[in-house]
Nanobody
Framework: QVQLVESGGGLVQPGGSLRLSCAAS????????MGWYRQALGKQRELVAG???????TYADSVKGRFTISRDNAKNTVSLQMNSLKPEDTADYYC???????????WGKGTLVTVSS
């Protein structure tokens, strides 16, 4: 079993920045991919960004150029630097771990990001 604990959410004004972090613990052997999904009120959960064990990355088109994902394999953490935030980025952000961004085995409990003036 793997536990994922997110931190770093909060309220930020449009154009501002936030950094989300996710720490993994437990039986992490075999986990290849980690990253972030988000779910806005009334919408489906969507992939935001993912990173593999070899540092291959993927991003949603809506966040390319604004968000950067990084991973520290020694510390078993993944981070999401979010810049130029927009109101439409408001959502619950969930950390994931699994074989790939689409073969998710573990989820964090989520952290709320609110972008509002």
């Amino acid at each position: 079993q793997v536990q994922l604990v997110e931190s770093g959410g909060g309220l930020v004004q449009p154009g501002g920045s936030l950094r989300l972090s996710c720490a993994a613990s437990g039986s992490i052997f075999g986990i290849n991919a980690m990253g972030w999904y988000r779910q806005a009120l009334g919408k489906q959960r969507e992939l935001v960004a993912g990173i593999t064990g070899r540092n291959g990355t993927t991003y949603a088109d809506s966040v390319k150029g604004r968000f950067t994902i990084s991973r520290d394999n020694a510390k078993n953490t993944v981070s999401l630097q979010m810049n130029s935030l927009k109101p439409e980025d408001t959502a619950d952000y969930y950390c994931y771990a699994g074989q790939s961004a689409y073969l998710v085995k573990y989820w964090g409990k989520g952290t709320l990001v609110t972008v509002s003036s």
